[in-house]
């Protein structure tokens, strides 16, 4: 009997463990405001060999808080780090835990520098048991670490957008890869992370309502050494507004019905990305196939230009905001989204009534009313 109960409690604990490898990649944390872009910081220098490099990024309590990047050992000969992200699904952000692994799973799209750029990790790479480090991303001391190599990594999309989906998000899915690699074996943040997070988490400086994006400390040489002297300050952050970013997602006053392809959509439109799918006037019917055939050909090419005037106008605005964002103000940028809604609605109103203009020419004739019968004479 005692060998029984034994054997039932070895396979309980082994379900638990299978249950807890399985679930902690995502912490069911649903946060309704977006959170702050991602700083701009150096890398602090590799400590030694062994480490590995987990990217920055923001956590929530009450209040989005920087959790800073820092050099890891990995437990395991072979594991890799994948990060952890925030992804929009539909009425909320929910954060997904980064873990370690064989293979680097999908962490959003987001390009977290150094190495993630958005998928996979170019950092880095395992050779016979030993982590050789790419100098082309990497911070390392060669008179230290010997097993290097130099990788330039191109076509790299600047953005320092930090979540998956919703309005303005990064639009990624993960690869086949990626997807193979949710279903391996994974170890959650080491008790160095889970400390530093914790740290993190306590350091009212590293809250985005006190520093508004740009985190005193935003990277360190190790776990938990926020007050080493090789730790580095964001060198550049994006102001930070909670309603602002809560109500881009449709989630505050005047917010937001939700598209057809999950992404909330401000009531008032401010952007051309904001604007609903233009709406397709009815297939030509007019009992000529001919004459069909020649009024679909119209509104498609009506159609295209306008798509075309729409993306257009999104990339001047996109322009306008990376300008904005080098000297941003509060004034200043409620100024710009201003301007911004104004050219969206009148490049709405022109579509509207190209539309109705097309749909006058395509109209068939009234018929000629029938003269009236003379009257009888009585």
């Known amino acids: 009997m005692r060998t029984m109960i034994s054997v039932r409690s070895f396979l309980l604990a082994l379900m638990m463990l299978a249950f807890s490898a399985a679930s902690f990649a995502q912490v069911r944390i649903s946060v309704t405001i977006a959170p702050p872009e991602l700083p701009v910081y150096e890398q602090p220098i590799c400590p030694g060999d062994g480490y590995i490099w987990t990217p920055g990024y923001w956590a929530w309590d009450d209040d989005y808080y920087w959790v800073p990047g820092t050099w890891v050992e990995a437990p395991e ?3 890799f780090w994948t990060p952890a992200y925030w992804g929009w699904e539909g009425s909320s952000f929910v954060f997904y835990d980064g873990y370690w692994g064989p293979t680097i799973g999908f962490y959003g799209g987001i390009n977290y520098g150094f190495g993630y750029f958005g998928h996979g990790f170019d950092g880095g790479r395992w050779d016979h048991g030993h982590f ?3 100098r082309a991303v990497a ?3 060669v008179n230290i670490i010997h097993n290097v190599y130099d990788t330039k990594v191109e076509n790299v999309t600047e953005t320092r957008v930090s979540f998956n989906g919703g309005n303005g998000g990064i639009n990624a899915r993960p690869t086949a890869q990626e997807q193979a690699a949710a279903n391996e074996r994974h170890i959650p943040p080491v008790a160095a992370q889970t400390e530093h997070i914790q740290a993190a988490r306590s350091n009212q400086q590293l809250r985005a309502s006190v520093n508004h994006g740009k985190p005193p400390i935003a990277a360190t040489p190790k776990p938990g050494a926020f007050t080493d002297h090789a730790a580095v300050a964001a060198k550049e952050g994006t102001p930070y507004n909670a309603t602002a970013n809560r109500e881009a997602n449709g989630n505050g006053n005047g917010a937001a019905r939700t598209a057809d392809n999950g992404a909330a959509r401000p009531a008032t439109p401010i952007h ?3 604007l609903p799918p233009a709406e397709r006037p009815a297939a030509p019917n007019t009992g000529n196939p001919d004459l069909d055939k020649k009024y679909q050909k119209q509104q498609d090419k009506l159609q295209q230009k306008q798509d075309q005037e729409r993306q257009k106008l999104q990339q001047k605005q996109d322009r306008d905001h990376a300008r904005q964002a080098k000297n ?7 100024q ?3 301007k911004h809604q104004q050219q969206t609605q009148q490049l709405q109103q022109k579509h509207t009534q190209q539309q109705q203009q097309l749909q006058q020419r395509q109209a068939p004739p009234a ?3 029938r003269p009236a019968a003379p009257a009888r004479p009585h």
């Open 367 to 369: 018929a000629a009313p």
């Open 272 to 274: 051309p990305k904001d």
């Open 132 to 134: 050789f480090y790419n």
């Open 328 to 334: 941003a103000d509060d004034k200043a940028q409620q």
């Open 77 to 79: 000969v072979g594991f």
């Open 139 to 141: 911070n390392i001391n």
């Open 336 to 338: 710009l989204e201003q």
